[in-house]
């Protein structure tokens, strides 16, 4: 078998006399991790929009001064070319030009450290064969929201509540996830653990491990599906103290779930 070739691809011996084809594409990416790997070289886990996360070798990148100048460190978006042989195999890289070293990360140990969290989220659920331009896009946005300085707290949990739901657990928090009656954000809601969704009172009690939910709450985990990263501010997302003496009764008098 035969892959169709033309430049910048280059067509090479494989296996029981098939044939396929290296390809050489650029692509933007975000570095995950590096490890020496040999006497000279990196081992670089990247994430692109288009191929999600791969493994490469950075051959002589450790003496290099022209290829991946201060290009090869966790978190910074680069603009990178590498050759990918086949499905999980190592790619080579050839070069990579800095975009954004989010020089703030660095800085920053509290950033840093939700930067890796958001890293090892994405790796978790978009493992190596998955990708989605959205994951990536996402998190490129949350490091630029933290490295302008926005709150760092704030950006994580939206960050996670939107990588959840693009990876496929999102909470589904339009109905009782026992007795199907439509949610219509005005009642107390209860989170159900075991099945990633909202209960009503009638159907679940709450406790510790399932807490009740004032509407409030789950306002901001519905606009932390939607919302960007811009004028972060706790207030505009409708995080206010609960002051109920009775947390578990509807603000409103009603219960804020419809018959279905
Ligand atoms: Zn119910």
Redesign the pocket.
Known sequence: MIMVDTKPFAVVPHGKGFFCAMITEASPAIIMRVKDFGESDLLVTFFTPHKGQLKGVAKGARRSLKRFVNALDICSLINLEFTSKREGSLCLLHSGKLMNPYPALRSDFGALSKASFMIEMTEILFPVGIADPNMFELLKEAFEAMAEGRPNGLIALIFEARAMALGGYGINLER??????PYRGEGMAVFNREKGTV??????EPSALSPAMTPDTVGVLRRCRVKPFTNQRASCWGMKPWKSSNPFSSSTGSTG?RKS
């Open positions: 009782c996830a026992v007795c199907g009656r209960s009503c009172l009638k159907c679940q779930w």
